[in-house]
């Protein structure tokens, strides 16, 4: 018998059945499809027009179990990426439970903005690992239309809703989780940030009136840290591992920018075919676009393929995971 590694054995997403288009925001503000499409790569994304983040999260959950045929007093663990919780407390992982139907389950949320899911990846493994647990749920959800100031068309035409869900239990064949490397730099925080409903600004009505609840990003400074650490971090893990362009079978990129994917590939030496790619469906959703991806690429992932999952996210927080696909 190998080594325990925490094996992907199931995924789900959820997405909000309505759809907003770029000519939608262009109605909305001072926008176009031509200018979102060409510096973004997205043409539409989903909204949540009623229910908060645990509702989707749920629904994933519930689907997820159904396909796999997991009963939910069977799941042990639920942790809950998100930087849109359903409350500051209790944690929408207690929500989600309960909305699903997991009675014997402990979680938690993990903050860490758009890298939360490769966050949450790495921290549930190591209770695989471990022995500690069997069945362990990572979700991936944010409803960002509930923090995006649609005055604002720097970030309003970038972000949309969704969820997605994955399954981790033990393998002992060499399948899963292998390695990952994670990093943050919170003095980049001022560059992509919700100022105020925290102890630093604490609500009141000049945080609400001067939209300080809200999204704020400087862009260009976003765009030059992403660019090159999220292209670093997973040509060092490359590296780390001994894997050549040739042995990567996928790339699973944070859906944040079109320009930044491809610049992460190249860094990588990969082509196209090798990147799961669905921004210009969904936009950003932020902690959700990681296992999104692997929904929608489920069919054309096979057993025992390298899979590079990467990101970069507000805080400055990037990383990298590399595992081995087990079905």
Known sequence: ????TAAITGVQGY???????NEDLAKIVDTSDEWITTRTGIKERRVMRDGASSDMAAEAVKALLEKKGVDPSEIE??????VTPDYPFPSTANVVCDKAG????WGFDLNSACSGFIYALSTGAQFIETGRHKKVLVIGVDKMTSII???DRTTCVIFGDGAGAVLLEPNDEGNGVLDYILRSDGSGRQYLIQPAGGSACP???????ERMHFVKQEGKQVFKFAVTNMADVSAEIMEKNNLSSDDVDWL??????LRIIDATADRMGLTKEKVMINIQKYGNTTAATLPLCLWDYENQLKKGDNVILSAFGGGFTWGAVYLKWAY
Do not use: F
């Open 252 to 257: 699973v990129p944070h859906q944040a920018n």
């Open 1 to 4: 018998m190998g080594k325990i």
């Open 149 to 151: 100031d649609y005055q």
């Open 102 to 105: 997991m009675k014997n389950a």
């Open 203 to 209: 609500p009141s009505h000049q945080s609400v009136e």
């Open 77 to 82: 663990l639920v942790i809950v990426a998100t």
């Open 15 to 21: 997405l909000p059945k309505d759809v907003m288009t």
